[in-house]
């Protein structure tokens, strides 16, 4: 279905290659995975596919690559449109119209296609993402998982026989994005539709892949059974370090498989709770909080405190209220009803009535979007005014960010950055005012495994070592198991759950870690667990 | 509820628009933006433009304040009563016939107030006619010579909503950062940032989409007028020609 052979592609006004020499093949009704490194060329790879690269961006392609027969050399993306669907990154940004069913039919208008035909279809459509209820809804108003099955939906109305997805859940939360999946595997088995998609979170996406075609840093690829490849590289699931762990003989990439071999383990190993640790004083109480949108009701009644030294993960489903929650605390949605008070004991100090500037200083905070925070031309001024900003000898913020990240360069433009650099700078310049509560808002998004362990160590550090009082809103399972010491869910702006990590994320089946599904029932959600366990029992 | 032709309300408030200027008279001019104002709640749509109407008579009263300003400060003299009088600005001798400043007669300010207000209310109306219609809508019903010239000017205008909503983000983000007032650069360059990324992505996105490909396009659910649809706009011009005779 896809063939790529020798190709090569640099972009314009560039030295280095963003692909060499590639060749593979991909057969019909195949699903592959694409990894790498952030910046690997990952997303230059999936658009090459339908020929946005090279005609649509520019650059010098170098081989040959055939789509069910036609060159991307000589067709243009729109002469592919009724054989390739491409997904991007951010749905949102690629919806041309403003409600669920004329987006669908914009493709097929295009094409000219007549009104009975594109009935029929986007019928169809709407019922293989299951969006049929919401046909005639405004788009703005569709929740994340709902806005990426319209992308898919509006591919899959043209029938493709490829369909290519470039992190299709990474803004989703582990409901979401299962149902992504399954729409996925279903399309691959009962239609035969080629899937070829990115993504960074591999633990959700590694047993539906039937192939991976791996991007190493040198542009050196390769492509085989994830078995095969994961063992090449660092890049791998909790369930292959799992697997490396205990020495299996098979390196398993689903749940089922994994627990197969490794039944000795959970029969015998003691249990060897986590290390405890003694959280601090009440840094950040929450009081009966009520908060909201014009008449939108975000926060219901929200009670809680957080401690210094302790690190908190926020979780819940798109729109349950965890961005409101953060917002309240950093002060940008003002409260209907309730407190937020800082500090304890009788020096706490009600957040409401104090200054914007004086809040700030408190409370370090990481958007969703980390590059809102710089507008400067180069890193190295970025950090020149956070020394200032903060008062603090030149240099300090890029002293620390080297500390960090020693191989980032100090001239080069924040934008061109790759996701975790750019996260690591805005991180070097918020702490650099060593705040007592850092806030960070879904920080994982489109970070690969090096990028987030790097994240957690920094977030270990602060929350133990100068007792900063951590919360952290994510979709990300592994993320929180690894580093969390306690999790509060929520649910339509309510608090449902709020215990130790261990308990919260062992109660619900949904959000349960890779590790801790392998080894249910024991309570272990990281290979680290496993380890201390089996240690123990030495 | 089936959705209303989209001229059925651009029909209506243009013939209103049309009786508000023929009647001038403010009595005429107020009950037309109360009548709207009513149409508006019952037919708001949902969506980025549900909003247009509030803008539109924020826009009116900064418009009626704008005109009652250079009433008073500019303009020709007229006779009646003085309720006060400004100091006066001399001009040159070939500027004749302008005077700055002087008495300000009652007449003089009401005048300026009642055009201040016709004109303001044909902008409400405008508003109002955008808030139940959304122009996307407007622009699916063009001839198809002129179709693609819609579909750009719909690109154009669905990015304008997420302007908005990114400046608000941007500018959130910045305050927090300094707990100070960011500056406009500093909304600006991610901003700029931002929509160019976005429009490129967009762009991509149409492309991909086959968009251009063929040189006549198909419509998806054609719209007709439905019996209520003519009864809107009969009603709106029932009160356009009211408007006029009286």
Request: charged share 20%; hydrophobic share 45%.
């Amino acid at each position: 279905m896809i063939t790529f052979s020798r190709v090569s592609l640099i972009y314009p006004h560039s030295t280095t290659t963003v692909i060499e020499d590639l060749s593979f093949e991909i057969s019909e009704g195949e699903m592959v995975l694409v990894m790498g490194h952030t910046g690997s060329g990952k997303s230059s790879l999936l658009r090459l596919i339908n020929g946005l690269v090279p005609h649509h961006t520019g650059g010098i392609l170098g081989g040959e690559i055939i789509v069910d027969g036609y060159s991307t050399r000589s067709s243009k993306p729109g002469e592919l449109a009724g054989i390739v669907g491409i997904v991007g990154q951010n749905p949102l940004a690629s919806f041309v119209t403003d409600t669920v069913e004329d987006e669908l039919a914009f493709g097929m208008e295009s094409l000219n296609y007549p009104p009975d035909v594109m009935r029929k279809r986007i019928e169809e459509a709407l019922d293989q993402v299951g969006l049929a209820p919401l046909r005639q809804r405004n788009i703005a108003t569709l929740s994340g998982g709902e806005q990426q099955r319209l992308a898919i939906a509006s591919a899959l109305v043209m029938h493709p026989k490829v369909l290519v997805l470039d992190e299709p859940t990474s803004a989703l939360d582990p409901i979401a994005s299962e149902e992504i999946l399954a729409i996925l595997h279903r399309l691959v088995h009962d239609l035969s539709v080629t899937v070829v998609l990115a993504e960074h979170r591999l633990e959700r996406v590694i047993g539906y892949v039937d192939r991976i075609l791996l991007i190493e840093g040198d542009g050196a690829t390769s492509i085989g059974e994830p078995s095969e490849i994961l063992q090449k590289t660092d890049l791998v699931p909790p369930i292959v370090r799992l697997s490396r762990a205990l020495s299996l003989d098979v390196i398993g990439t689903s749940t089922r498989e994994v627990r197969k071999q490794s039944e000795e383990i959970r029969l015998t190993a003691p249990d060897a709770p986590r290390p405890a640790f003694n959280v601090g004083e009440v840094s950040l109480t929450f009081a009966d909080v009520v908060a909201g949108y014009g008449d939108k009701t975000a926060l219901n009644g929200i009670s809680l405190q957080l401690h210094q030294g302790e690190i908190t993960a926020l979780m819940g489903r798109n729109g349950a209220g965890k961005s409101s929650l953060i917002k309240s605390a950093v002060g940008i949605l003002s409260l209907t009803s309730g407190a937020i008070s800082f500090g304890s004991g009788s020096s706490a100090k009600n957040l409401t009535g104090i200054a914007q500037r004086e809040r700030s200083k408190l409370i370090g905070y990481i958007p969703q979007e980390p590059g809102d925070l710089l507008y400067l031309s180069t890193v190295e001024e970025e950090c020149a005014r956070s020394d200032r900003d903060h008062k603090l000898i030149n240099g300090t913020t890029l002293a620390s960010l080297h500390q960090m990240l020693p191989t980032i360069s100090a001239q080069s433009h924040p934008r061109d950055l790759s996701e975790g650099e750019r996260l690591s700078l805005v991180l070097a310049i918020v702490l650099a005012g060593s705040p007592d509560l850092l806030i960070l808002d879904e920080p994982t998004r489109g970070l690969d495994y090096e990028a987030k362990n790097r994240l957690m160590a920094l977030l270990h550090e602060r929350a133990r070592r100068d007792g900063t009082c951590v919360l952290m809103a994510t979709h990300d399972v592994e993320i929180v198991a690894e580093v969390a010491d306690r999790t509060i869910f929520l649910a339509d702006g309510e608090k449902v759950a709020d215990g130790s990590t261990l308990e919260v994320l062992l109660a619900s089946p949904a959000f349960a870690p890779q590790v801790a599904k392998v080894m249910s029932p024991r309570p272990w959600l990281t290979v680290g667990d496993v380890l201390r366990s089996q240690s123990s029992s030495q | 509820m089936k959705a209303f032709h989209p001229l059925t309300f651009w029909a209506l408030f243009s013939s209103l628009t049309v009786g508000v200027i023929a009647a001038d008279s403010a009595i005429v001019a107020l009950s037309a933006v109360g009548g709207a104002a009513l149409i508006v709640k019952f037919y708001k749509q949902d969506g980025p433009w549900r909003m247009s109407f509030q803008w539109s008579l924020l826009a009116g009263l900064v418009l009626i304040a704008i005109r009652a300003l250079t009433g008073i400060l500019i303009g020709v003299p007229r006779i009646g009563e003085v309720l006060f009088t400004l100091p006066r600005l001399s001009l040159p001798s070939w500027l004749p016939g302008i005077r700055i400043g002087g008495p300000v007669t009652w007449e003089r300010l009401s005048s300026s107030l009642h055009e201040g207000l016709i004109i303001a209310t044909v902008i409400a109306l405008f508003g109002a006619a955008n808030s139940v219609t959304s122009p996307h809508k407007l622009l699916r019903i063009l001839p198809s010579r002129v179709y693609q010239l819609g579909v750009t000017l719909t690109i154009a205008t669905s990015v304008f909503p997420q302007l908005i909503t990114s400046i608000s983000r941007i500018r959130q983000a910045q305050f927090l950062r300094s707990g100070a007032k960011p500056r406009i650069g500093q909304i600006a360059i991610p901003l700029l940032e931002e929509s160019l990324a976005r429009a490129v992505n967009l762009a991509e996105a149409m492309e991909a989409r086959g968009f251009g490909q063929s040189k006549s396009q198909s419509r998806y659910r054609p719209i007709n007028y439905a019996p209520r649809d003519l009864f809107w706009i009969g009603f709106g011009f029932l009160s356009a020609t009211a408007m006029v005779a009286l």
